[in-house]
């Protein structure tokens, strides 16, 4: 069994960044691939980021490409999201996401991913 913890969400001015963390508990974190999705209200969860098992693959949503930043902290056991030059429409519910599977490729469907962190709320105003 695999939990993941998310934080580092909260209210900030548009421009400004915000760095979300997930910290994984459980097996072997490096066996896997990692991603970020979020949920604003009324919609559906999209993919935001993803990381592969060895890190060297990174896969970005074209709403955040060039603003957000994923990385990893294998001996932490931890995900980041970089989150910079804000905007009023990143505001969402920002969930952490586990993939088993064991190729180097960085799935971005939902379906794709076997556990989910609880979400962090981030809230961009103008």
């Known amino acids: 069994q695999v939990q993941l913890v998310e934080s580092g969400g909260g209210l900030v001015q548009a421009g400004g960044s915000l760095r979300l963390s997930c910290a994984a508990s459980?097996?072997?974190?490096?066996?896997?691939?990692m991603g970020w999705f979020r949920q604003a209200p009324g919609k559906e969860r999209v993919f935001a980021a993803g990381?592969?098992?060895?890190?060297?693959?990174?896969i970005y949503a074209d709403s955040v490409k060039g603003r957000f930043t994923i990385s990893r902290d294998y001996a932490k056991n931890t995900v980041y999201l970089q989150m910079d030059s804000l905007k009023p429409e990143d505001t969402a519910v920002y969930y952490c996401?586990?993939?088993?599977?064991?190729?180097?490729?960085?799935?971005?469907?939902?379906?794709?991913?076997?556990?989910w962190g609880q979400g962090t709320q981030v809230t961009v105003s103008s």
């Open positions: 996401a586990l993939d088993r599977g064991y190729s180097d490729h960085v799935p971005v469907s939902w379906y794709e991913y076997d556990y």
């Open positions: 990381i592969s098992r060895s890190g060297g693959n990174t």
């Open positions: 459980g097996r072997t974190f490096s066996t896997y691939a």
